[in-house]
Structure formats: C-alpha cells, structure tokens
C-alpha cells in the first residue's frame, strides 16, 4: 500500500517541475506583452506576431499547471455530505470523485487528441507569422495526458484509504494537502 502513496509523491514532485515551466512560460508571455505596449506607447512600433506567439504559449502555459492541480487534488470538491456522513463515508465520497475527475481528465485528454489531430490534418498555422499550431498544441495534449496517470493513481491511493481507513487527503496528510513534503 506505501508504493501507492510513495507514487503519488513523486507524481506530485513531477508535476510541480512541470508547473513550474507553465509558470516561467506566464512570466516570459507578461513580459513580451509589457514591453510590446511600451514599443506601442513610445515608438508606436507594436512587437510584430506577438498576438501569435502568446496564443500558442497561453496553451501551454494553461496545461502545464493542470497535472499539479490534479496531483494535489486542488480541483473544487463539495464537502458537506462527507462532513455529515463521516470520516469513512467521506473517504468513499472521496475514492467516487476521484473515479469520476479519473473520468472527466481522461475525456478531456481524448477530445485534445482529437482537436489536435484535426489541427495537424488542416495543416492550421498562425494569423501573421504563419507558424504551425501543431507541434504546440500537441505539447500541450501531451502535458494533459499526464493528468491521466497521475489522477488514476490518486484515485486508487483514495480507494486504499478508504478500504484501510487511512487519512484522507484532506485529513492532515500534508504532501497531498499543501505539497509541503519534498521527500
């Protein structure tokens, strides 16, 4: 049963080097975007194809934080039925949501696969530069995908807590709640 949750800590350790990219990808893409208004503002001389360039990176940089936010289970939950039902009861409620996000990530991750197919046959490029959208896009996918594995094993270290009773992750297990072990 630790393999599980020695899996979900390193998942969770992966995903926030991935997060961490997304991050520095937001920062370079707010950086280019302040010093194209001052080029507008004192040169009148906008950044040429910027518009391109951050529609492909603003993919990216959104599906770069989706695997933490999974792995930390930092996704909306309703709570109020577990409270009332229970500690066990909401370790199930727990195991059901996380089977049915298990459901959704890996729907989204089909349906991106699918759009990016779409864009690799059309043959799409950008407005002004006319630069291929697919190799993006499919980093994009790619980086989507990963909240595949990382939220199935998520799903069944929840079922194994609530089969053997262990604390959930809302319930003081730290690495999951905050992130906080860097073990």
């Not at 280019?32 to 503002?41: E, G, K, N, S, Y």
């Not at 991106?112 to 996918?141: D, K």
């Not at 990382?150 to 709640?177: H, K």
Request: glycine share 10%.
């Amino acid at each position: 049963m630790s393999l599980v949750f020695r899996l979900e800590s390193r998942i969770i350790r992966w995903t926030r080097a991935i997060a961490v990219v997304g991050f520095v990808g937001l920062l370079v893409v707010s950086l280019l975007t302040m010093l194209d208004v001052l080029l507008r503002w004192i040169a009148n001389a906008p950044i040429k194809g910027l518009n391109d360039i951050n529609g492909l990176a603003i993919a990216i940089v959104i599906a770069s934080c989706l695997p933490l936010v999974v792995a930390q289970r930092q996704n909306i939950s309703i709570r109020f039925l577990g409270e009332v039902a229970g500690a066990g009861a909401s370790r199930w409620l727990d195991a059901f949501g996380s089977g049915a996000l298990l459901a959704f990530v890996a729907l989204i991750g089909w349906q991106l696969v699918v759009y990016t197919s779409g864009l690799a046959e059309s043959g799409r490029t950008t407005w002004h530069l006319r630069i291929p959208v697919t190799p993006y896009w499919s980093f994009a996918t790619g980086v989507v995908l990963l909240c595949i594995p990382a939220q199935a094993i998520a799903f069944v270290a929840d079922v194994v807590r609530a089969v053997t009773g262990a604390p959930g992750a809302r319930e003081g297990d730290p690495e999951i709640a905050d992130g906080a072990n860097q073990s």
